[in-house]
């Protein structure tokens, strides 16, 4: 059954405006939580049925599990799912209630000491994972699982007793950045993004756009990619550009690049789409499974992007 609103794909394949690409790409690959996205996003599409679909990986102690963050496998319920799951909760204005007090329990009690997350809780041993994901006994709170959580709660005005220890981690984990990576620096601007003190949110990213600039962790030329280094651990041609940190206009990322800067990142992010309709995983790839999943939340991510900055997907 076609989604409401969905224009049933061409028998032909993936033909037409990057947006019908697109979605000939979802329709035959994506499972059905993305699905019900791209339609949400992009055909007027209903809310429920992305609550119906999500519901699909709640487990009964407030968390997600069951691969929502395909990079992960298995049952349990872990940090780096539920941080997915609140995302798609925001992005269909569904974050709040009594599903959001369920899963703000199940953040406390995996916490850390110092009230963070920790990226793999150890119940994750045992089920299939990402190699660059380990599972340890004793995981420390970390900057790239807490942020975005707390960015999303705050955005959404969500207040639970969980946030105040995890705020304060957060600031104190933004402010003493001297060393990074990619990814810590989207966490981090997830957080900045959305915490209620604007000002030292300012300041904040002020500092980090210097430091990404400094060890050149954003691909500011993507015509000359081999000038800009890999961070340690990444798959080769894992870089990040402009449009990773800075996702909408809006963002406090956006100050760190120049227009023309940022127009060659949206260049390319267009120009990346493939000729199966569908956007490419930048990070290592360790299954097929995984890697076909993710591609439908980095494709519809592309589009969200694009459409942010005005760019036409028709």
């Not at 941080?83 to 269909?92: E, F, G, H, N």
């Not at 009690?109 to 599972?135: D, K, M, N």
């Not at 959404?156 to 007793?161: K, L, S, T």
């Not at 990814?183 to 003190?197: G, H, I, K, T």
Request: aromatic letters at 8%; hydrophobic letters at 40%; proline letters at 8%.
């Amino acid at each position: 059954m076609v989604e409401t609103g969905a224009t049933p794909p061409s028998p032909a394949g993936p033909a037409g405006s990057p947006l019908q690409r697109a979605e000939h790409f979802v329709w035959l690959n994506a499972r059905v939580l993305e699905q019900r996205l791209f339609a949400y996003h992009f055909l007027h599409g209903a809310t429920d049925p992305v609550e119906s679909a999500l519901d699909a990986y709640r487990n009964e102690d407030g968390g997600y599990g069951h691969a929502l963050e395909p990079d992960l496998r298995g049952p349990v319920s872990q940090p780096l799912h539920t941080a997915r799951a609140l995302a798609v909760m925001d992005a269909v204005e569904r974050c709040g209630g009594r599903r959001v007090e369920r899963v703000c329990r199940y953040l406390t009690a995996v916490s850390t000491a110092e009230g963070a997350l920790p990226a793999i809780h150890p119940s994750q041993r045992g089920y299939p994972a990402a190699p660059f994901v380990p599972v340890v006994d004793d995981p420390p709170g970390e900057l790239l699982a807490t942020g975005p959580v707390v960015g999303v709660l705050h955005r959404n005005e969500v207040w639970h007793a969980w946030l105040f220890r995890a705020t304060e981690f957060c600031w104190q984990a933004v402010e003493s950045l001297e060393k990074t990576h990619p990814y810590e620096v989207e966490a981090a601007v997830a957080f900045l993004d959305s915490v209620p003190d604007r000002s030292r949110a300012r300041a904040a990213a002020d500092r980090l756009g210097r430091l990404v600039r400094e060890h050149r962790l954003a691909a500011l030329d993507p015509e000359r990619l081999d000038d800009w280094p890999v961070s340690a651990g990444y798959a080769r041609g894992e870089h990040h550009f402009p449009h990773d940190f800075a996702r909408t206009p809006q963002s406090l990322a956006r100050m760190w690049f120049t227009d023309e800067e940022m127009a060659r990142s949206l260049d390319f992010l267009a120009a990346e789409q493939a000729e199966d309709g569908g956007w490419p995983v930048r990070w290592r790839r360790w299954a097929a499974a995984p890697a076909l999943e993710a591609r439908s939340s980095v494709t519809i991510e592309a589009l969200r992007t694009l459409r942010a900055y005005g760019r036409s997907l028709d």
